[in-house]
């Protein structure tokens, strides 16, 4: 994804998505899971989050786009992850059935499938992958995923890749030199 030169299909498409759907577990994360528990007894789940990958999703929201979580585990890391990037559709399913969450989501927004962009890893992400107008696979994708996705990041899940396609998205759009003006006049 390295190319920064866009073909003007390329910049049609990044104009057309209002909506950047992700996984968790394998894009968000690298997939792995921390389990433990207190001396209490008290269950841990711990996931590790790339601070890159946060501030990227933040650029995107301030170029329109919006944000949605779809994962197919519960976990309290995960909603509190989505409350800190002020991300309120988070969804979590363990029955990894994705595909009418994000039709519910559409429909409550008016949004079609041609403005969706979705992330994804592994086959639970295939049937909304299948669907977006911008299907993208982590460097970690299953090749299942990977041979229905017309972008594959260079990053795997949960070190860059997400920011990889947040940037994409903005530069796609000619939107970057304006980002980066907001974000560091809002920094300083």
Not at 40 to 53: A, C, H, M, R, T
Not at 142 to 165: F, H, M, N, Q, Y
Request: glycine letters at 8%; one cysteine or more; a negative charge.
């Amino acid at each position: 994804m390295k190319n920064q030169i866009f073909t003007p299909s390329e910049k049609k498409l990044a104009s057309r998505i209002k909506l950047l759907i992700l996984d968790v577990d394998g894009v968000l994360t690298n997939g792995g899971i921390v389990t433990g528990s207190t001396d209490e007894g008290v269950l841990l789940e711990l996931k590790i989050f790339n601070s890159q990958d946060g501030l990227g999703l933040r650029l995107v929201k301030n170029c329109g786009i919006e944000l949605a979580i779809v994962s197919g585990r519960e976990s309290m890391a995960t909603k509190y992850r989505a409350k800190e990037l002020g991300i309120s559709e988070c969804h979590q399913d363990p029955s990894g059935i994705k595909l009418p969450i994000v039709e519910q989501i559409l429909l409550q927004k008016d949004y079609g499938w041609n403005s969706v962009c979705m992330i994804g890893d592994d086959l639970v992400d295939l049937p909304i992958l299948q669907k977006a107008a911008l299907p993208v696979a982590v460097a970690n994708a299953v090749p299942e995923i990977k041979d229905v996705c017309k972008l594959i990041t260079d990053s795997p899940g949960g070190s860059g890749a997400v920011r990889e396609v947040c940037e994409w998205l903005i530069k796609a759009r000619d939107q970057w030199d304006k980002v980066l003006d907001d974000f560091c006049q809002s920094a300083s």
